[in-house]
């Protein structure tokens, strides 16, 4: 079981991983060489519950390599991919204070 569900969250942060890479990828290049800001962070953080990964990891039992995971996988993606994105991530670092990249707003 530990195993199973370690297998599970290693594969959700791949999966986060890859898709944080992907998007940094398709910018100028300048947002592929810093690190996230912890407004991105956050903002991914959110997405990353709103799609249903979250409560996929929470049980006994991996739903990873399931129909519901593939589903919440792919509204991630989709939300991670879209406008409203960037517009979260300019949310959060206003309520924080903090300076809002432009590349992180996309």
């Known amino acids: 079981m530990m195993v199973s569900k370690l297998t599970s969250v290693l594969g959700t942060l791949l999966v986060a991983g890859s898709t944080t890479l992907a998007v940094a990828a398709e910018g100028d290049g300048a947002a592929a060489e810093r690190p996230l800001s912890r407004a991105e962070v956050l903002a991914d953080l959110q997405i990353w519950r709103e799609s249903g990964l979250e409560a996929l990891q929470e049980g006994e039992?991996?739903?990873v390599y399931t129909p519901r995971h593939d589903a919440a996988l792919a509204r991630y993606a989709a939300?991670?991919?879209s406008p409203a994105f960037g517009a979260l991530v300019q949310r959060i670092a206003q309520q924080r204070g903090e300076r809002v990249l432009m590349s992180a707003a996309k």
Do not use: D, F, N, V
């Open 61 to 63: 039992e991996s739903a």
């Open 79 to 81: 939300l991670r991919a």
